[in-house]
């Protein structure tokens, strides 16, 4: 097969922070190249660079024997490069056809021949196989319609080498195997297809040739039919087990939550949970392991109460759970740190200090006659206190949260969610982003946390951090329990092999 594309190590870099570094890819003619890794592996980094979003900090591209510095995603496209993001990029007010024809090449001045236009788009849909309805708007047609529309704007405009950036996301199994038959016809007239994804059964079905990165470097590149599921597994998480700090509790206490047979939008792979049976005792670590997106976020939501389960029982120390409401979580003595620390954790514009008592306004420690009026100098000697206890790096308690740096509002978080003597923690991500230094001090809070008789659920992309901190260790694919294994020794190939689905 012809070389269609080739970077040259790539490296690219946000301030300290290399997203890429000193990666080297290549796609053929008339193959699926597939990128392979867990989420925050560069990926999508890569392919922005390829498409001109980014500029590579070093390295160098050739595309069709030709160096090339693409330095827009016009330039992309007018080399024949199109990309179909993970979130699409369609205009919502517009029709089906009226975003096809945006940016028409076609085009002479402000006239375009909307006749001629459309003979030419039904001809590539009929083609290809990418059946949609020109006439109705973006907001009227499902997700699966969306991304076929996206495929065939590209294809209208040239594109000889389609980037699909985790093309099955939101897409139901039926419509992922309408995809596959749409690949398979690209590249059976000798067009290219670069691959994103981290879901292990599709890229071992659909590719020709796979790369993995782990950690914004290339691990190696392999012929599909020269690999596994549990060999790519091992490969995208890394098998180097390093010896973890801490002292793995073996005998839990009494349950904090308990859940049984729960459901919730469980036809929905990859937002919901599937018949999830699953304990957490006091004095013990669980960690989730599984790759981004195998209902995770649907798990913490629904052990704090923010969704209620469409089946299954949740029961909180011993009691079940009737009414889902975050407050009453909190009022069991629920804390959480969240996914998005700005959006769910924090309130960028009020104060360390209020952050900190957020939770706990009508203490009679901070506020008299219910919350109506607080005890100023009392939350401020407070927030003192704490700012000691945890570390938090900040001009002054009265600093606004927003402007701290990312580990010291995961402190703050941390603070408020601990100090009030929690039953269960449910830590999201909670070193995502954060340094070597700041990430061992949420560990250490954690593990202390535990050591106090707190149950903490732990959910992270990151497995080693797994590994570190865990008692047990559940894995989860596609919004179901695929094993329980213990913290102490674990068995990795088998985590592994359950992380890919196997």
Do not use: W
Request: proline share 3%; with cysteine; glycine share 10%.
């Amino acid at each position: 097969m012809e070389e269609l594309l080739r970077m040259e190590h790539i490296t690219k870099r946000f301030g300290d922070v290399y997203a890429n570094r000193d990666i080297s890819f290549d796609v053929r003619t008339g193959e699926v190249h597939t990128l392979l890794g867990e989420n925050g592996a560069g990926k999508s980094t890569l392919m922005n660079v390829l498409f001109g979003l980014y500029q590579p900090t070093a390295g160098s591209i050739y595309f069709r024997g030709q160096k090339v510095r693409i330095d827009s995603p016009a330039q992309a496209v007018k080399l024949g490069i199109g990309m179909v993001h993970q979130h699409f990029m369609l205009v919502e007010a517009m029709t089906v056809f009226e975003n096809i024809i945006l940016g028409d090449r076609n085009a002479k001045g402000i006239f375009i021949n909307r006749d001629a236009r459309r003979r030419e788009i039904l001809a590539l849909s009929e083609r290809y196989g990418l059946d949609v309805e020109l006439d109705k708007p973006i907001t009227e047609i499902a997700v699966g319609a969306q991304q076929r529309v996206e495929i065939l704007k590209a294809l209208y405009r040239g594109a000889e080498l389609l980037v699909l950036d985790e093309p099955s996301a939101a897409l139901t199994d039926q419509e992922v195997e309408g995809l596959f038959d749409i690949i398979r016809k690209l590249t059976g007239e000798g067009k290219s297809v670069i691959f994103i994804s981290h879901k292990m059964r599709e890229v071992l079905r659909i590719s020709d040739r796979i790369t993995i990165l782990r950690a914004g470097e290339t691990v190696c590149t392999l012929d599909r039919g020269a690999t596994t599921g549990e060999e790519l597994a091992n490969l995208m998480i890394g098998r180097e087990l390093a010896p973890s700090h801490y002292e793995k509790v073996e005998q839990p206490g009494e349950p904090v939550v308990s859940l049984t047979d729960v459901d919730y939008h469980k036809e929905s792979k990859h937002a919901g949970l599937n018949g999830v049976t699953l304990t957490v005792g006091r004095g013990e670590i669980v960690g989730i392991a599984g790759v981004d997106g195998n209902g995770q976020s649907q798990l913490a939501q629904l052990v704090t109460g923010v969704l209620s389960p469409d089946a299954g029982q949740v029961d909180l120390k011993g009691s079940q759970v009737a009414q889902f409401t975050p407050n009453g979580f909190i009022l069991e003595s629920v804390s959480h740190i969240p996914e998005d620390r700005n959006k769910m954790g924090l309130v960028g514009d009020m104060s360390v200090k209020d952050n900190l008592v957020l939770k706990s306004t009508d203490d009679p420690r901070f506020s008299s006659a219910h919350g109506l009026h607080l005890k100023k100098r009392a939350i401020r000697n407070y927030a003192r206190e704490l700012q000691g206890k945890y570390d938090i790096r900040c001009a002054s308690v009265e600093q606004e949260a927003r402007n701290l740096s990312g580990g010291n509002q995961q402190k703050v978080i941390l603070a408020r969610e601990l100090e009030g003597h929690p039953d269960l923690l449910v830590a999201v991500h909670p070193t995502r982003g954060l340094d070597i230094g700041a990430t061992r001090f949420i560990h250490d809070t954690m593990i202390d946390a535990r050591d106090k008789g707190c149950g903490v659920l732990l959910i992270s992309a990151d497995f080693d951090e797994i590994l570190e901190v865990s008692d047990r260790i559940a894995v989860m694919f596609e919004g179901q329990i695929m094993g329980v294994y213990p913290g102490k020794n674990p068995p990795i190939s088998e985590i592994s092999l359950a992380m890919a689905g196997k």
